[in-house]
Structure formats: structure tokens, C-alpha cells
């Protein structure tokens, strides 16, 4: 009788299992093979990796996928959820009909720092409808970026910059529009070095906590919004020569959480508020070279105490370093003021000129 029983509890959840998530997970498993199979495995393709490896070259039908290096299921249903192949020296393409696409649970994807030969992104990512994390920096696509990734609208981060071989591929106007129209969930966009040439739109998802859009060729004026905007931690718009901006004459909402600010090469054309001191209470980086920026340095830079990098050189700075500065308990690296000319009467300025001024 026992034994019956057994029996029938094998049968029910071999029936549940294999109902449940055996099947599923055949297909994924093949899917993912064919997927691993379209790549070879080359040394230098995840160059400016800390710890490149091949993910895939343990994947094997002698273990469950879910357990391969760089999957992950769902528990209950068992679909692949996450997959992370970052780093993995993949070289080769994916193509519109590549068996990645057929892992339509994905919520995860990272493909970063791999060598997609200057394959173009399909527009078949824009079919991953559960997609909150999408991540394909610095791995060798070019071309422009599909519209159709404004159709993932859950979306939470979305990492695309070209950091080592820039303005390779390119986002149209209507296409970034759109993007940061649709996807209202965003945290994170990485989009340094995409060839964007734009305008910045006023419309951006009130969750942000960071924004690269340095190096995108954008133009115009920087809405005085983005300052306000209440989650900010990163604010890097550096390294697009033709945009100017305005410093916000009263607090910043981002003021409290922003701890990186990359504004070095937009052009001010103004005096550096008194304020800035005051309200950037998190602030850690703070890059502002080639910023046209003139007149003194305000004393109030001496209550930025959690900053460690400070970067002022390239402007036309004038009158003296406010000495508090000099001892920031938290400048790890260095300040640099070049143009010191103008700053009499300070020993340190006099004698270095261009040297960037440590910090003892
Ligand atoms: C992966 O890339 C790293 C860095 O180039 C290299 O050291 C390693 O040998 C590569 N592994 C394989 C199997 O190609
Ligand atoms: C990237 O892959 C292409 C072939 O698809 C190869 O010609 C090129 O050398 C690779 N680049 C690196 C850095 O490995
Ligand atoms: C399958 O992969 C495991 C590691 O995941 C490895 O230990 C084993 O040798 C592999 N088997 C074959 C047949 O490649
Ligand atoms: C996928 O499409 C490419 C051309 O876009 C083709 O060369 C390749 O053979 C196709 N692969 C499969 C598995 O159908
Ligand atoms: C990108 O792909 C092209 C074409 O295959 C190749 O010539 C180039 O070396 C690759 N660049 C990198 C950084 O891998
Ligand atoms: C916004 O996303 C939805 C799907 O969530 C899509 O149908 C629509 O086309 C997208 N709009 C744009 C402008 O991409
Ligand atoms: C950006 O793309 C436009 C065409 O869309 C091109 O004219 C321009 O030269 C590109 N900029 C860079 C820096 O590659
Ligand atoms: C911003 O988005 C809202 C709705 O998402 C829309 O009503 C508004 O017109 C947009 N503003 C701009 C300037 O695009
Ligand atoms: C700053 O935040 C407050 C409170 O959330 C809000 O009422 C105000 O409109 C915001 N200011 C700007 C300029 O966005
Ligand atoms: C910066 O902006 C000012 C005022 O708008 C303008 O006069 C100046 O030419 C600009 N400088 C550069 C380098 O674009
Ligand atoms: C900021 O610095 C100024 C001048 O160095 C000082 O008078 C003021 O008390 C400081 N304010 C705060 C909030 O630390
Ligand atoms: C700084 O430069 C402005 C002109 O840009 C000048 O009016 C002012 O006197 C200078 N201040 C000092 C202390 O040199």
C-alpha cells in the first residue's frame, strides 16, 4: 500500500514537473545551445574586461540550463529569466532569427563587452515585453539603434554606451524622443557615446537616478528640469561641445542625491553660483572643465566635504582659492585649476601654472 502510494506521488509530480517546467525548459535549453553554438570563443573579444571568461563553455545537457553559469530561472515557472553573458569573449552576430529571441521571458539581458563584429542590434530586442534590464554596452555593434527599443516600457535599465569605440552607432531625434517619452520606468540610461546629435527632450522618467548622455553630439540648452530632477544621483552630459546651460539660480531638487555631476566641455558662459556649495550635500565627482566658466571661485566650494575628485580646469576662473578648499577631508585625488594667472598671491597658483594641484 505504501508502495502504491509512492507510486502515485512519482506519477503526480512527474506529471507536475514535467507539465511545469521539464518541458520549458527543453526548449530553452536548445534554444540556449544554438545560441551559445553561433559564437566562438575568442581571447580578445571581452578585452577591457577585469575578468573575461567563457560563460558559455561550461553550458552542457549534463546539468539543468537553469543552473548554467549566467542563467536563471524563475522558480516557479522555470522560465530563463536572466541572462548574463557579459565578458563572455563572444565573438560573432545576432541575427533577427538568432534562438536568443526565443526566450521571451527575459527580464535580464547583459551582452556587454563582447565583439558583435559591427553587427547591427535587431529590432527583434524590442520584443522582449518583460525586459527591465537591457544591457549591450561596448560590444562592437554599430549602426543605428532599432525604434523598437522604446517598446520595452518596463524597462529599468537600459545600457548602451560606446565607451572605447565611440560613435559607432547612432539613436535618431524621434527615436530618443520616443525612448524617453515610453519608458517611464527608467533608472538608469547609459547612452555615452552614441552618435544622438539632439536636442535633450524635457520629458524624463521621474525615477532616474542616473544619466550618461556625454559624447552624444547633443546641441542646444540643457532644460534647467534635468537639475530637478528629484532622484538624481549621476548627471554626466559631458564632452557635448555644443550645448550651453544655465546653473539653477535657486536649489536644485536633484541637489540632495546627485553624488556625480559631468559637465566638463558644456559651455556656461557664467560666473559659478554661490549656491553650488551650499545644497550639493552628496556631491563626490564634480567635473567642470571647459565650462567658459569666470569670475571667483565661491567660498561656499569649501562645504563640499564628501568631495573627492574637483575638476575646474580650461575656464576663466579668477580672484583666489578659497582656502577651505585646500582642505576638503574627502579630495582623494586632486584639484585642478589651470589658467592661474589670474589667481595672485597664492604661492601654490603662482608656481604651477597648468599642473593640476594636489593635495598633500
Ligand atoms: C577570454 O579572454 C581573456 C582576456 O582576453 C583571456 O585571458 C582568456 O584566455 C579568454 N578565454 C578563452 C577561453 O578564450
Ligand atoms: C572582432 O571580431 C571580428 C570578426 O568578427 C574580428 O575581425 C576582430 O578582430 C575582432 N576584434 C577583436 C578586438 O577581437
Ligand atoms: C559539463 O559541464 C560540467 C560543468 O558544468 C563539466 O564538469 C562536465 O565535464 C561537462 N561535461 C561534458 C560532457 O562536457
Ligand atoms: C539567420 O539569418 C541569416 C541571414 O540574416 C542567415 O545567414 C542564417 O543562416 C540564418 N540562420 C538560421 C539558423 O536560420
Ligand atoms: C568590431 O568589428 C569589426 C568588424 O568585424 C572589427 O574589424 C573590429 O576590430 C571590431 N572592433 C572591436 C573593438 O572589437
Ligand atoms: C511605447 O510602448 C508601447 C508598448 O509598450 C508601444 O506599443 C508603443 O509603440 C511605444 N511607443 C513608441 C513611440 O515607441
Ligand atoms: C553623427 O551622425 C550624423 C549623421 O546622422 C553624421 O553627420 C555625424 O558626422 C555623426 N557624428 C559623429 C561624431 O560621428
Ligand atoms: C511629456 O509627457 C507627457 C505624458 O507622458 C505629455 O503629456 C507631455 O506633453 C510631454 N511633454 C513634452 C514636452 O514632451
Ligand atoms: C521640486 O520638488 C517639489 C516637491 O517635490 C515640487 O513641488 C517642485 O515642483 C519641484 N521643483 C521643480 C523645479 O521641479
Ligand atoms: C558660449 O556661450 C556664449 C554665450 O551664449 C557665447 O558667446 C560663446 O561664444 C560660447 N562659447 C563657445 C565656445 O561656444
Ligand atoms: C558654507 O561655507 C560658508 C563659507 O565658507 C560658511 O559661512 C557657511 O556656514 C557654510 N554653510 C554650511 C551650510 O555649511
Ligand atoms: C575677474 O575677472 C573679471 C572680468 O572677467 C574682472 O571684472 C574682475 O575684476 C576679476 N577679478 C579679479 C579678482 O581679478
Known amino acids: 500500500m505504501g508502495y502504491a502510494v509512492i507510486m502515485l506521488l512519482i506519477v503526480f509530480l512527474c506529471h507536475e514537473v514535467s507539465s511545469i517546467s521539464i518541458l520549458p525548459h527543453k526548449h530553452q535549453t536548445i534554444s540556449l545551445l544554438k545560441f551559445k553554438q553561433s559564437f566562438t570563443v575568442d581571447p580578445s573579444a571581452s578585452y577591457y574586461c577585469r575578468k573575461p571568461y567563457p560563460k ?39 541575427d533577427s532569427n538568432s534562438s536568443l529571441f526565443q526566450l521571451s521571458h527575459l527580464q535580464s539581458l547583459d551582452l556587454s563587452l563582447n565583439n558583435f563584429s559591427n553587427s547591427h542590434i535587431s529590432p527583434e530586442f524590442g520584443k522582449f515585453s518583460s525586459l527591465k534590464h537591457l544591457h549591450l554596452s561596448d560590444s562592437n555593434f554599430s549602426g543605428q539603434i532599432p525604434s523598437e527599443i522604446s517598446h520595452l516600457s518596463k524597462l529599468h535599465s537600459l545600457r548602451l554606451s560606446t565607451i572605447y569605440d565611440s560613435n559607432k552607432l547612432r539613436l535618431t531625434t524621434h527615436d530618443f524622443k520616443s525612448l524617453l517619452q515610453n ?18 527632450p524635457l520629458n524624463f522618467s521621474s525615477h532616474l537616478t542616473t544619466l550618461n548622455l556625454g559624447y552624444a553630439g547633443l546641441y542646444g540648452i540643457i532644460p534647467e528640469s534635468l537639475f530637478h530632477q528629484p532622484n538624481l544621483e549621476t548627471l554626466d552630459l559631458g564632452f557635448n561641445y555644443e550645448l550651453s546651460g544655465y546653473f539653477p539660480k535657486t536649489k536644485w531638487n536633484s541637489s540632495a542625491s546627485l553624488i556625480h555631476i559631468g559637465l566638463s566641455g558644456v559651455n556656461f558662459s557664467d560666473n559659478l ?81 597648468c599642473q593640476p594641484l594636489f593635495k598633500p
Not at 519608458?183 to 535633450?200: A, D, K, P, V, Y
Not at 576663466?316 to 585625488?333: C, D, E, V, Y
Open 56 to 94: 558559455t563553455s561550461s553550458w552542457n545537457t549534463s546539468r539543468d540550463c537553469c543552473s548554467w553559469d549566467g542563467v536563471v530561472c524563475d522558480d516557479i515557472t522555470g522560465h530563463v529569466i536572466e541572462l548574463d553573458l557579459s565578458c563572455s569573449n563572444l565573438t560573432g552576430t545576432i
Open 183 to 200: 519608458l517611464t520606468q527608467l533608472r538608469e540610461l547609459h547612452l555615452f557615446g552614441i552618435n544622438i546629435s539632439s536636442t535633450i
Open 273 to 353: 553660483p554661490e549656491s553650488l556649495g551650499y545644497h550639493l550635500t552628496s556631491v563626490r565627482y564634480l567635473f567642470l572643465q571647459s565650462c567658459n566658466l569666470r569670475g571667483p571661485i565661491p567660498e561656499s566650494l569649501s562645504n563640499l566635504t564628501r568631495i573627492e575628485n574637483l575638476y575646474l580646469s580650461y575656464n576663466s576662473l579668477n580672484g583666489t582659492i578659497p582656502p577651505g578648499m585646500l582642505s576638503l577631508p574627502s579630495l582623494k585625488f586632486q584639484v585642478q585649476f589651470t589658467n592661474l594667472d589670474n589667481f595672485r598671491g597664492q604661492s601654490a597658483a603662482g608656481s604651477c601654472g
